[in-house]
């Protein structure tokens, strides 16, 4: 009987956690579907890293672009941006200065304008989840500029198994400045301490890449992280009565108000053939699968994706590759992080399967030179109606797009007379092919079949016990 009861015992405090976790919510104001409006002086901004006559080339302009956006801001800047520091083993690589360079350009721009309302939101994760303060986002706030740490607590918990006992065991310890163990992104970095360590064992994030000011919006896949300076991404800046939504989408993780930014309406403009709105979280999940579920024989889906493994999207593509519609699918290999090399998962597992599945299905890997393929694209191209784009912070995984971290994504509607349209194609293509230029190679190059990284994405996808 005594057995019987610790057994009872123990199963409840490892259960209810658990079933607590499960319920777990995020902020209010996020899950956002805005409506469709016109966008105005529509860029579509890509960066891109490949081979030509046995060197490596680099094309990067979001970055650029992002400068030139705060730059020529007049009344207010909005920032949220994942990664924002510049930690790295200086020893064995070396980036471009781009965190320092933005956060000079913020500064500089408050000194200017005094007045001007200067939003900054980042993730925990710069600040290693309380161990320290990075040094950059230090400067931010010592020269004015509100800064808001996302707060954890207030994102719904993608890996149950463990956000239930630490919230219930573990996180009374706090996550108090300074520690003892070496800095995970810079041998010479602050250290961290244990109850930061743990904290980051929770793995959700605040992973939105999204600017706006009263002149311009960009949307992007990009962080203007050091060591992601080399990433492929893609990127839309735009102007028009969606960046309202944004501004609404991002103010609502912050506890100030701010009027001035909130009481900002478009001035209409000239026409536009593009029509785009703001989708963020679990709403990015219903558009894909709204769009392919509209596809038929004689449609296309082209996806360009650093992470691929949400098990209901996989199983709507090979449905639809069975309509007749023709899937194509680049990849990122999942085999460099910063210096790591990882084992390939999930990407080269599932997709791999996926095309065991159903051969139709056309998968090339983007061949990486110790860089991401970072980019997150979805073209969706109807053969009787206009194109429809999916693009922004989210990869395809239940953790980005199931409502568990913060994302931001636009939809845009493309007809295929306009620029826009031709520009997603041309960037396709010109991957897809090679063009003028080594980018991709075929799926049996990296063809994954192995019996346990078969078995453990799928495992780690459904649990959440990932990084993905």
Not at 358 to 364: E, G, S, Y
């Amino acid at each position: 009987m005594k057995k019987k009861i610790i057994i009872v015992v123990v199963l409840v405090l490892l259960i209810v956690p658990f079933i607590y976790s499960l319920m777990s919510k995020s902020y209010d104001k996020s899950n956002m579907a805005g409506e469709f409006y016109a966008a105005e002086d529509v860029e579509f901004l890509y960066d891109l890293r490949y081979i030509k006559d046995d060197e490596i080339k680099k094309e990067s302009v979001i970055f650029e672009k992002q400068m030139e956006a705060i730059e020529e801001a007049k009344d207010f800047i909005v920032l949220d941006l994942f990664l924002y520091n510049d930690e790295y083993d200086r020893k064995k690589m070396t980036f471009a200065n781009q965190v320092e360079e933005m956060t000079d350009a913020l500064i500089e721009k408050k000194k200017e304008n005094p007045d001007m309302d200067i939003v900054f939101i980042t993730d925990e994760l710069n600040n290693f989840y309380g161990a320290y303060t990075q040094k950059n986002i230090k400067k931010l706030m010592e020269n004015d500029i509100d800064v808001t740490i996302t707060n954890q607590k207030q994102i719904r918990d993608s890996n149950p198994l463990y956000s239930g006992f630490y919230k219930f065991y573990l996180n009374w310890m706090g996550s108090p400045e300074g520690g003892r163990i070496r800095n995970l992104f810079d041998p010479n970095g602050p250290k961290i301490s244990v109850r930061s360590f743990l904290r980051l064992l929770n793995f959700k994030a605040n992973h939105r890449k999204v600017l706006v000011t009263d002149q311009r919006a960009i949307v992007s896949s990009s962080n203007p992280h050091d060591p992601s300076s080399n990433h492929s991404n893609v990127a839309i800046s735009f102007y028009g009565k969606a960046m309202e939504d944004l501004i609404k989408s991002e103010l609502g993780l912050v506890k100030k108000d701010y009027p001035n930014i909130m009481s900002f309406k478009v001035e209409s403009g000239e026409k536009s053939d593009v029509n785009l709105r703001v989708i963020t979280e679990g709403k990015i999940y219903n558009a894909l699968r709204e769009n392919i579920s509209k596809t038929q024989k004689g449609d296309k889906i082209n996806i360009a994706i650093f992470y691929i493994a949400d098990r209901k999207l996989l199983n709507d593509l090979e449905e639809a590759s069975k309509r007749g519609v023709e899937v194509n699918i680049i990849a990122d290999l999942n085999k460099d992080a910063f210096g790591i090399e990882k084992n390939g998962s999930p990407n080269r597992p599932a997709l791999s399967e996926l095309v065991d599945k159903n051969p139709d299905i056309n998968v090339r890997w983007y061949e990486t030179h110790g860089e991401q393929f970072h980019t997150k694209l979805a073209f969706f191209d109807f053969s009787k109606e206009d194109a429809r784009a999916v693009l922004g912070s989210a990869n395809f995984t239940r953790r980005n797009i199931q409502n568990y971290n913060l994302e931001t994504d636009v939809e845009m509607i493309l007809p295929k007379d306009g620029r826009i349209y031709k520009e997603f194609q041309n960037y396709y293509n010109r991957i897809w092919n090679n063009e003028d230029g080594e980018y991709t190679v075929p799926i049996e190059k990296y063809y994954e079949d192995g019996f346990i990284l078969r078995n453990l994405w799928k495992f780690q996808e459904k649990t959440g016990l990932c990084t993905w």
